[in-house]
């Protein structure tokens, strides 16, 4: 399970985000991950069209997260965006689209194989309800030791 995800991390990214919205953190990865060859021009848009559409807020203890993704044409790799946020921004519950939430780590899936798309999904989870991890991933500064977490 940790495998997949650190394999997706080691082809991501780790951001310690001060971005105050969900639109600025969206133009921020998109300039970012542009320039570094792992997503297409037609990924801010189609992250902001599916946002709208599906969105991925989750209500979680012991803080609330989101899962933001775009289809695999949007991508170039398989990989894994974490951002922790330096204070929460609002996402639409995933399950009640009308409310919005304070979320404070952001998953953002780079997935190009599909087939990768269900088990990352699975193991994101498994990770989410275990809080002892969700509390240690608070106290990651950097990519390293992100990988070095999931490695334990």
Request: proline residues 4%; aromatic residues 8%.
């Amino acid at each position: 399970m940790k495998r997949e995800i650190v394999d997706l991390i080691k082809n991501g990214k780790f951001y310690l985000s001060q971005c105050r919205s969900k639109e600025e953190l969206y133009d921020f990865l998109a300039e970012e991950l542009m320039k570094e060859g792992l997503v297409k021009e037609s990924f801010k848009k189609a992250l902001a069209e599916r946002e709208k559409q599906f969105p991925t807020g989750i209500l979680i203890h012991p803080y609330n997260i989101a899962m933001p993704h775009v289809d695999s044409e949007h991508v170039n790799i398989n990989g894994m965006v974490v951002c922790h946020m330096e204070k929460p921004i609002l996402f639409h519950r995933m399950d009640s689209i009308q409310e919005e939430i304070p979320v404070t780590m952001v998953f953002l899936l780079l997935i190009k194989s599909v087939k990768l798309h269900m088990p990352a999904i699975v193991s994101l989870t498994t990770i989410w309800k275990d809080t002892a991890l969700m509390n240690d991933l608070l106290k990651v500064k950097n990519k390293e030791d992100l990988i070095n977490l999931f490695n334990e």
